[in-house]
């Protein structure tokens, strides 16, 4: 069944907002019962990330897709899996959602609902940490599509989970995430000054990804016949 476009831009919307509201209630949450302990709120933050990812996209999928990033929005474009047209009322739904997933993860926890982070993520490594989770997002995303789309859910909240940790950035893979987490001085922030360089690592990562999957899933050349394509 194909929802109306209003429709599926609410679902964007709705579950970009969701998922910034478990990242940043998450991260408040971890950093107020570790006790200092920078790890321990750092897997209270990963694990509710990892779980809301497989639950919005199971719920929200059949209606838009359950993209909730520009960057696969972008990507989905390229590979006309939606109109050009689509991609902007995507896009805008999803920073829009994202931006009101923190004023309700602030409103939650009775922190001022307006705030701009402090925290400095910059630096070559946090840009090519950002760049390959946003590539390692796509790989999964592309690849488990093709052979195993029943199991996407659980793959990219497992892919997310897991880049928490072995990226330098901890993974927010996301531009529509990182506009909302510039809005939140907590755990989870990013100062909007570093914001702009995130963005672009991540889309320069997307578009590696999709390049590099579609030279995955391009017709072989039968063996023995001449390089002419």
Request: proline fraction near 6%; hydrophobic fraction near 55%; aromatic fraction near 10%.
């Given at each position: 069944?194909?929802?109306?476009?209003?429709?599926?831009?609410?679902?964007?919307?709705?579950?970009?907002?969701?998922?910034?509201?478990?990242?940043?209630?998450?991260?408040?949450?971890?950093?107020?019962?570790?006790?200092?302990?920078?790890?321990?709120?750092?897997?209270?933050?990963?694990?509710?990330?990892?779980?809301?990812?497989?639950v919005?996209?199971?719920?929200?999928?059949?209606?838009?897709?359950?993209?909730?990033?520009?960057?696969?929005?972008?990507?989905?474009?390229?590979?006309?899996?939606?109109?050009?047209?689509?991609?902007?009322?995507?896009a805008?739904?999803?920073?829009?959602?994202?931006?009101?997933?923190?004023?309700?993860?602030?409103?939650?926890?009775?922190?001022?609902?307006?705030?701009?982070?402090?925290?400095?993520?910059?630096?070559?490594?946090?840009?090519?940490?950002?760049?390959?989770?946003?590539?390692g997002?796509?790989?999964?995303?592309?690849?488990?599509a093709?052979?195993?789309?029943?199991?996407?859910?659980?793959?990219?909240?497992l892919?997310?989970?897991?880049?928490?940790?072995?990226?330098?950035?901890?993974?927010?893979?996301?531009?529509?995430?990182?506009?909302?987490?510039?809005?939140?001085?907590?755990?989870?922030?990013?100062?909007?000054?570093?914001?702009?360089?995130?963005?672009?690592?991540?889309?320069?990562?997307?578009?590696?990804?999709?390049?590099?999957?579609?030279?995955?899933?391009?017709?072989?050349?039968?063996?023995?016949?001449?390089?002419?394509?």
């Amino acid at each position: 069944m194909t929802y109306p476009l209003s429709r599926r831009v609410a679902a964007e919307g709705l579950g970009t907002g969701l998922l910034v509201a478990t990242v940043v209630g998450s991260g408040i949450m971890g950093e107020k019962l570790a006790g200092g302990n920078v790890a321990l709120a750092l897997l209270g933050n990963t694990l509710p990330t990892g779980a809301i990812l497989v639950v919005l996209i199971l719920a929200l999928g059949p209606i838009s897709g359950a993209h909730f990033n520009p960057a696969v929005s972008l990507v989905m474009a390229m590979r006309r899996e939606h109109p050009w047209r689509h991609f902007w009322p995507y896009a805008a739904a999803q920073i829009l959602g994202g931006c009101l997933g923190t004023l309700a993860a602030h409103a939650m926890f009775e922190l001022p609902l307006f705030e701009l982070a402090v925290k400095s993520r910059t630096g070559g490594g946090q840009w090519l940490a950002e760049g390959v989770a946003t590539f390692g997002l796509i790989l999964v995303i592309l690849g488990v599509a093709r052979f195993r789309a029943e199991a996407i859910p659980v793959a990219v909240g497992l892919y997310i989970t897991a880049a928490y940790w072995f990226t330098a950035s901890t993974s927010f893979a996301n531009p529509a995430v990182t506009v909302a987490r510039a809005l939140t001085d907590s755990f989870a922030g990013i100062s909007p000054g570093d914001v702009p360089m995130f963005v672009v690592a991540q889309l320069a990562g997307a578009l590696v990804g999709f390049a590099v999957m579609g030279w995955f899933f391009a017709p072989a050349r039968p063996v023995g016949a001449p390089a002419l394509y």
